[in-house]
């Protein structure tokens, strides 16, 4: 299994971008999916979150900016970012969980640089 994250880029402040994540391989089915990101020089967050059932949980510093969603058919996971602030500049992940209730498969990252 791997996944192919990409739509990262460079934006100004109050911009959007929307984040991709493609999985590939042999792969029955897909429990949850999840985007984390880590800031330079901080450690890993986790910023959003959906179920099987397209349950969403998303951390406090993105609600009401952030959407996640899926494609079950296609098997990818994707994160609108709207209303971007400089402090949400970070590499982001993506990660599955399959066969597992833990995150078990990650994406390489995509880097987004929002400018003031």
């Known amino acids: 299994v791997q996944l192919q994250a990409y739509g990262g880029g460079v934006v100004q402040a109050g911009g959007f971008l929307t984040l991709s994540c493609a999985a590939s391989?042999?792969?029955?089915?897909?429990?949850?999916m999840a985007w984390y990101r880590q800031a330079p020089g901080k450690q890993r967050e986790l910023v959003a979150t959906?179920?099987?059932?397209?349950?969403?949980n998303y951390a406090d510093s993105v609600k009401g900016r952030f959407t996640i969603s899926r494609d079950n058919a296609k098997k990818m996971v994707f994160l609108q970012m709207n209303s971007l602030k400089p402090e949400d500049t970070a590499i982001y992940f993506c990660?599955?969980?399959?066969?597992?209730?833990?995150?078990?498969?990650w994406g390489q990252g995509t880097l987004v640089t929002v400018s003031s």
């Open positions: 391989g042999i792969i029955f089915s897909i429990n949850a």
């Open positions: 959906i179920t099987s059932g397209s349950t969403t």
């Open positions: 990660c599955v969980a399959i066969g597992s209730s833990r995150y078990n498969y």
